[in-house]
């Protein structure tokens, strides 16, 4: 008959055997999705945003995109990231030097702005205002379009529009 002891000890034994098991398996499993980021040149930030845009099924695709480059400030133990609008989280909320947490020189939201940039752009929207100039052309009409809005019928359909591209 068995005692207590001995159950114990074998539960142990197995526990320690299933612990180095999920280890090495995960081990395994890490190397794989390492390999493949590093094939398809895909990073962490790339997974973050595919799958926030999965859970959050109401929102509209600009919204998503116009989410993704406002990253301000991001913790460096955990990954987590920060606008810098609406109540700060715990990891910076009592931080007197933000700046340690600040995403790159002045963060992605400087980019962007650069690259929208230009005299006609609104103040505080995210659109430039009046025509934009074309960024297609049509070869056989001569038909442009801006990239702005639905895309015309002779180009909606295509699947590569570089060759549609203005130089």
């Known amino acids: 008959m068995s005692t207590l002891e001995s159950i114990q000890a074998r539960i142990e034994a197995l526990q320690a055997k299933a612990d180095a098991l999920i280890a090495t398996q995960s081990e395994s499993a890490l190397q794989k999705i390492r390999d493949l980021m590093s094939r398809y040149g895909i990073t962490v930030s790339d997974i973050e945003n595919f799958s926030g845009s999965r859970r959050k099924a109401g929102r509209s695709a ?15 133990k955990t990954g987590a990231t920060w606008s810098g609008r609406g109540r700060a989280p715990a990891w910076i909320a009592k931080a007197k030097d933000r700046s340690k947490f600040a995403v790159g020189a002045g963060g992605e939201k400087s980019t962007a702005k650069t690259k929208a940039g230009g005299a ?5 929207k995210g659109q430039p205002r009046g025509r934009q100039p074309a960024l297609y052309r049509d070869p056989q009409s001569g038909a442009t379009w801006s990239g702005r809005g639905r895309a015309p019928g002779w180009l909606a359909s295509v699947q590569d529009r570089t060759p549609f591209l203005i130089a």
């Open 62 to 76: 600009s919204a998503s995109v116009h989410k993704q480059g406002t990253v301000a400030y991001q913790d460096p």
């Open 120 to 124: 006609n752009k609104r103040k505080g």
